[in-house]
T-cell receptor
């Protein structure tokens, strides 16, 4: 069984740029959630995708957007990057019968300069 | 919304001793409480979870207890080993996992 994978591992962007992060869910999982984890803090919920539609959103501005594809993989897009967007971005997937049990990928470390 | 508080922020124990991490939550509608272990450079790993219809759950050296009346839950690790050293996060989910709230984390160090 393949686990959750994310790409790229690390990324450096300049303030004002746009970034796309990618996530492949674990085999058999159809729900993907994205989290932002600032240094020394717990993950914060950004949004969740289920059946290719957004299924809940945390307290993040509209410049954070996402997509889910028919194969359940997902993208997180962030426009107009700000310095405070520097963080570890985590993707978590879950099975349809146990939505709450989330399995995380290794994350993408985004640095905004 | 839900607010999860976690204590202590750092914990150092001797190998073989027990470690206890405590969390409180604010929303009585929360019904799922997972614990995650995060090692350096990795994503959080689900190590144990408990649902609101259960008071205690155990898996080998790890156990979790839940007190719904007091709105707190705890992680207990017995016979700690150096490889238990990591950051541990508690979380609470309201109704489903649309908005899972995490504690700030506890850095556990097990000294050999």
């Amino acid at each position: 069984e393949t686990g959750v994978t994310q790409s790229p591992t690390h990324l450096i962007k300049t303030r004002g740029q746009q970034v796309t992060l990618r996530c492949s869910s674990q085999s058999g999982h159809n729900t993907v959630s994205w989290y932002q984890q600032a240094l020394g803090q717990g993950p914060q919920f950004i949004f969740q995708y289920y059946r290719e539609e957004e299924n809940g959103r945390g307290n993040f501005p509209p410049r954070f957007s996402g997509l889910q594809f028919p194969n359940y993989s997902s993208e997180l897009n962030v426009n107009a990057l700000e310095l405070d967007d520097s963080a570890l971005y985590l993707c978590a997937s879950s099975r349809p019968e146990t939505l709450v049990e989330q399995y995380f990928g290794p994350g993408t470390r985004l640095t905004v300069t | 919304g839900e607010n999860v508080e976690q204590h202590p922020s750092t914990l150092s124990v001797q190998e073989g001793d027990s470690a206890v991490i405590k969390c409180t939550y604010s929303d009585s509608a929360s019904n799922y409480f997972p614990w995650y272990k995060q090692e350096l450079g990795k994503g959080p790993q689900l190590i144990i979870d408990i649902r609101s219809n259960v008071g205690e759950k155990k898996d080998q050296r790890i156990a979790v207890t839940l007190n719904k009346t007091a709105k707190h839950f705890s992680l207990h690790i017995t016979e700690t080993q150096p490889e238990d050293s990591a950051v541990y996060f508690c979380a609470a989910s309201i109704r489903n996992n649309n908005d899972m709230r995490f504690g700030a984390g506890t850095r556990l160090t097990v000294k050999p």
